[in-house]
């Protein structure tokens, strides 16, 4: 796509970046009609930070809260610059604010079949998730509370005391429901699952 100026290409590069924490994409940038050397140009006039293969970032966007799921989320990126993960298990407790877990590694979900090297600081998980399963937050997607539960579920290590405590969060702060957890418990991968779930619902207070 061309455009009339510099001036021009880069209010369309800044508006790309501010919907992804200050982040964009080498096919982005193209897009907005910075070649590969304007972006070379600019990332040694200290007005792109390059922060990998075909990633950068504009360092007048403020950074966002989630900076780094932002970032670890788009290093997934496709050939079509998708990003296929979605933030998921311990780090979507976390962000939807269930239980006290505060895991020390990023918690995606990618398909079956995807098969690049997963970002450092990452944990992978792989399963196809339906798209009322997953929310759309400010430059990344993340698993809608019930999916987390249930992810977290099926789990074995995941400490049952919190995920009692993270049933019993949702259903008071009107994230789930008790009919929603019952039909959880149907859809639940495994037997253990179904019971660990059924356990925390027991204990739940609200």
């Known amino acids: 796509m061309a455009y009339r100026d510099a001036q021009t290409a880069y209010r369309a590069l800044l508006a790309s970046a501010s919907l992804q924490?200050?982040?964009?994409?080498?096919?982005?940038?193209?897009?907005?009609?910075?070649?590969?050397?304007?972006?070379?140009?600019?990332?040694?006039?200290?007005?792109?930070?390059?922060?990998?293969?075909?990633?950068?970032?504009?360092?007048?966007?403020?950074?966002?809260?989630?900076?780094?799921?932002?970032r670890l989320t788009l290093l997934t990126r496709r050939r079509d610059d998708v990003p296929p993960a979605t933030v998921s298990h311990a780090t979507a407790l976390a962000l939807h604010?269930?239980?006290?877990?505060?895991?020390?590694?990023?918690?995606?979900?990618?398909?079956?079949?995807?098969?690049?090297?997963?970002?450092?600081?990452?944990?992978?998980?792989?399963?196809?998730?339906?798209?009322?399963?997953?929310?759309?937050?400010?430059?990344?997607?993340?698993?809608?509370?019930?999916?987390?539960?249930?992810?977290?579920?099926?789990?074995?290590?995941?400490?049952q005391e919190q995920l009692d405590l993270a049933?019993?969060?949702?259903l008071r702060q009107g994230l789930v429901t008790r009919s929603g957890m019952q039909r959880a418990l149907r859809d639940a991968r495994t037997e253990a699952a179904r019971e660990r779930l059924a356990t925390a619902l027991d204990a739940a207070g609200a």
């Open 97 to 159: 604010e269930l239980s006290d877990v505060l895991p020390r590694k990023v918690h995606l979900t990618v398909p079956p079949g995807w098969r690049q090297r997963p970002p450092d600081g990452c944990v992978l998980h792989r399963m196809d998730l339906a798209d009322d399963e997953q929310e759309e937050w400010e430059g990344f997607r993340v698993t809608t509370p019930l999916r987390t539960l249930m992810d977290v579920a099926a789990e074995p290590r995941f400490p």
């Open 21 to 70: 924490g200050g982040y964009v994409t080498a096919k982005q940038a193209a897009a907005a009609g910075f070649g590969y050397s304007h972006l070379t140009y600019h990332v040694q006039a200290g007005n792109l930070e390059r922060v990998a293969r075909g990633l950068y970032r504009l360092p007048e966007v403020t950074p966002s809260e989630h900076d780094q799921l932002i």
């Open 167 to 170: 049933v019993d969060d949702a």
